[in-house]
């Protein structure tokens, strides 16, 4: 009976502690009593929770309904039930409490969080960026460069940065967080946070923060640089502590591939497959339909750099000495150079296609006086060619100048304007070279000082010598292309040469044939590591001769009657070359395909994205 009355009690407390609701906030071990009930006011629960104490020995029953005295036994028995009875109670109230507050973990750890004051560090979801007025502005040219921290002249030891980049990889711990920011692919500095123990729940909070922080998101940091030796960053002298952290966009948990499987080399993945737990081959379809993630890899956001820097190269080599730059028409009423290969397309009723180069509007540029022109644009070809090496749509490096009296002199010029190109990569881009060699293994291709020009004859006794059936007036096959290379490689020294005076068959109409032999031409082509990167020639200047040589082929002279009435008034012998601007690349730096040299490759199987 008494234990019955206990238990109401106990009950009538709790509704009235419910109804009172007491400040949150009060001291942890404040106690209250209320003769046999004893509880605590819990400043870990949203409103006070009742804790019943185990009952006093007085407040249980000793003798039976008749008055006779119970036992040992049946007083234990009792007093055991009576323990229970108010541990379910208590746990009943817990409950309630949960039930009523937002989130019981949230008022955990906001009323414990209410003893602390506000701590010096912090994380923020900085939601969608929307150029709201104002934010930001504050922010303003004070950001570091990843790049910068550690290395003279960047942020000193003890100063504060605020960085920008994508965490790369992360390892939370019960009282610290190291993380890994990535800059521009190539530049990484580790980020730390240590639990601050005048702070333990804020620290808390922001080790849960940290920790939810998916790979790949774009964050923010701002902290104080500190000496460090981390070797698996390239930042390795310095480290900074975390102060705050902003997420400016997160990335969805899984990926299409992790980036450390996609920047092992072929001989690691290779070596790998001998052993209990083989490397993941990352297949380039799946690598091409993620191509943002791809170039994330640092060689291959690399050679983009180094693809970038080469135009700049060409550009800079050419306008030295004097030629000008040319943006010329993709949509033409004819075919650029043959009647086949081309993207035709509707023209308001009229066919067109796309440009298979600039080729003559460059001799019509000739035409104008302009005297050395060059451009650097997009070329189109509809060739059904699945090999490593072609593309439906590339880049075009294409240049074009007069001539005293030998298409030698253009040869002299784009001899000067590689060797430029080469030399300036291997300066411009070190730590570029540096990345891509490391997963895609080659060395700066050797060059000699003066042109090595091979002419055709000589090419195709060397051919024979080295057991090739070869009849001297068909084109190269790639095969032989490469066995040509290497010969040229062990006799000559070099990995980069010309070789001049092709069938005229096998070259485009506008190409001047040899005075000496008609069968050969006045053109040549230019071979880096075996392969080749461009293709030029004398061009007829004559509109007589030039009109009988597209006749012969077959091509009708309609649509390109602009181009050879520009032979009509007056044209300079010239000649120039075209060059793959993604061929060059991939050969320079000795990759297996040449889609690993364009952002995002075109050729007959894809067209996406």
């Not at 509707?346 to 180069?357: E, K």
């Amino acid at each position: 009976m008494k234990m019955s009355i206990m238990l109401a009690a106990l009950a009538s407390t709790g509704r009235a502690l419910r109804a009172a609701r007491l400040p949150r906030c009060i001291p942890v071990g404040a106690f209250a009593s209320h003769g046999a009930v004893q509880w605590r006011i819990a400043a870990t629960r949203p409103w006070c929770s009742v804790r019943a104490a185990a009952p006093d020995s007085e407040a249980i029953a000793t003798v039976d309904a008749d008055g006779n005295p119970l036992s040992k036994t049946a007083l234990k028995k009792l007093k055991k039930q009576a323990e229970i009875a108010a541990r379910k109670a208590a746990k009943k109230a817990d409950k309630a409490a949960a039930e009523e507050s937002p989130s019981a973990t949230e008022g955990t750890n906001a009323a414990a969080a209410a003893y602390e004051a506000p701590a010096a560090f912090g994380f923020e979801d900085c939601g969608i960026i929307m150029s709201s007025e104002g934010y930001g502005v504050s922010r303003a040219g004070t950001y570091s460069s990843v790049k910068d921290l550690g290395m003279p002249g960047g942020p000193t030891v003890g100063s504060d940065v605020l960085i920008r980049g994508r965490l790369a990889a992360q390892r939370i711990q019960a009282n610290s967080a190291f993380l890994v920011i990535r800059s521009g692919a190539l530049y990484t500095v580790q980020a730390v946070f240590f639990k601050d123990k005048a702070f333990p729940c804020q620290s808390k909070k922001m080790l849960d923060d940290l920790k939810n922080l998916t790979t790949e998101s774009v964050i923010e940091v701002q902290g104080q640089v500190q000496e460090a030796s981390v070797e698996s960053c390239s930042q390795f002298n310095v480290e900074v502590h975390i102060s705050c952290l902003r997420l400016i966009s997160a990335a969805e948990p899984k990926l299409p591939f992790e980036l450390s499987d996609a920047a092992r080399s072929e001989e690691e993945v290779v070596a790998s497959e001998e052993t209990d737990r083989p490397f993941p081959r990352i297949g380039q379809d799946l690598r091409l339909n993620h191509r943002w993630v791809d170039l994330r890899v640092p060689a291959n956001n690399a050679i983009m750099v180094v693809q970038s820097v080469t135009c700049s190269l060409f550009r800079e080599a050419l306008s030295s000495e004097g030629f000008v730059e040319l943006h010329t028409p993709k949509l033409i009423a004819g075919e650029s150079e043959s009647g086949a290969g081309v993207f035709r397309t509707d023209y308001f009723g009229q066919t067109a296609c796309l440009a298979q180069s600039p080729q003559l509007y460059k001799q019509m540029a000739i035409a104008s006086d302009m005297d050395r022109v060059f451009e650097i644009g997009p070329v189109f070809r509809a060739e059904n060619s699945n090999t490593r090496r072609h593309l439906c749509e590339f880049t075009g490096l294409d240049m074009e100048m007069s001539i005293n009296y030998h298409y030698m002199e253009i040869v002299h010029e784009l001899h000067k304007m590689f060797v430029a190109i080469f030399e300036g990569l291997e300066s411009r881009c070190a730590p570029q070279l540096e990345a891509i060699r490391k997963q895609y293994p080659s060395g700066p291709p050797r060059c000699t000082k003066e042109p090595c020009v091979v002419h055709w004859e000589e090419a195709m006794e060397m051919l024979r010598e080295a057991g090739e059936d070869v009849s001297g007036l068909d084109d190269l096959s790639t095969p032989q292309e490469r066995l040509l290379g290497q010969l040229v490689s062990e006799t000559r020294g070099t990995d980069f040469y010309f070789l001049d005076r092709f069938p005229a068959e096998v070259r485009p109409f506008y190409t001047m044939p040899c005075p000496d032999d008609p069968r050969l031409s006045n053109s040549y082509d230019i071979f880096l590591r075996g392969e080749e990167i461009c293709s030029g020639a004398q061009r007829v200047h004559d509109a007589s001769m030039l009109s009988a040589a597209i006749a012969a082929r077959g091509i009708a002279l309609e649509p390109l009657q602009a181009y050879i009435d520009s032979m009509r008034h007056g044209m300079p012998p010239h000649g120039g070359a075209g060059i793959g601007l993604e061929r060059l690349v991939f050969l320079y730096l000795n990759l297996d395909n040449v889609r690993k040299a364009s952002m995002f490759p075109r050729d007959p199987n894809r067209c996406s994205p």
